[in-house]
T-cell receptor, first 115, second 111 residues
Framework: DAGVIQSPRHEVTEMGQEVTLRCKPI?????LFWYRQTMMRGLELLIY????????DSGMPEDRFSAKMPNASFSTLKIQPSEPRDSAVYFC?????????????FGSGTQLSVL | GNSVTQMEGPVTLSEEAFLTINCTYT??????LFWYVQYPGEGLQLLLK?????DKGSNKGFEATYRKETTSFHLEKGSVQVSDSAVYFC??????????FGTGTRLKVLA
């Protein structure tokens, strides 16, 4: 199994530009998570999907952030317009779900720098 | 609400030294507890877990025991190696999809 695949690994963009991060979860996993990691805030859950449906987006910072999961094998996180304070590492994770805390499998992350 | 507190880093040790990274938690009910490890440039990986009181999780020489009386889940390893240098995250999950992660403890092992 290839694991959770994220792209791009690194993204450098200018303030005001649109940024799209991509994630392919592990085949068969029905839960998908987007996390943001910064030195100041640590790991923050942005949004959680179950069976392709957004269940909890309370962690999405503001309307500039949006996430979609059009099918079981693909998700995107979009920031439009981007701002320097969005600079962080964004992780996608997937799991089998279930009621008793299945193991999370993380991708290698996207390092986003907004200049 | 649920929370996890882990010791500040960085922790710097010589190779073959004994490692302890402290983790305490606050939770209602009976959460599952986890240690995840993050190597440079990579995502987090599950290191070990325990799902009920007195359970001991172990993997790659690391151990942690779920202590309900002290609400703790300290990570230990008897003899660390340079390859153990990473950031270690304590986490809990209270029976839902929401994981609560600690702030992470950076470990640096010197040869």
């Amino acid at each position: 199994d290839a694991g959770v695949i994220q792209s791009p690994r690194h993204e450098v963009t200018e303030m005001g530009q649109e940024v799209t991060l991509r994630c392919k979860p592990i085949s068969g996993h029905n839960s998908l998570f987007w996390y943001r990691q910064t030195m100041m805030r640590g790991l923050e859950l942005l949004i959680y999907f179950n069976n392709n449906v957004p269940i909890d987006d309370s962690g999405m910072p503001e309307d500039r952030f949006s996430a979609k999961m059009p099918n079981a094998s693909f998700s995107t996180l979009k920031i439009q317009p981007s701002e320097p304070r969005d600079s962080a590492v964004y992780f996608c994770a997937s799991s089998l779900g279930g009621p008793r805390n299945e193991k999370l499998f993380f991708g290698s992350g996207t390092q986003l720098s907004v200049l | 609400g649920n929370s996890v507190t882990q010791m500040e880093g960085p922790v710097t040790l010589s190779e073959e030294a004994f490692l302890t990274i402290n983790c305490t938690y606050t939770a209602t009910g009976y959460p599952s507890l986890f240690w995840y490890v993050q190597y440079p440039g990579e995502g987090l990986q599950l290191l070990l877990k325990a799902t009920k009181a007195d359970d001991k999780g172990s993997n790659k020489g690391f151990e942690a025991t779920y202590r309900k009386e002290t609400t703790s889940f300290h990570l230990e390893k008897g003899s660390v190696q340079v390859s153990d240098s990473a950031v270690y995250f304590c986490a809990l999950s209270g029976g839902t999809y929401k994981y609560i992660f600690g702030t992470g403890t950076r470990l640096k092992v010197l040869a």
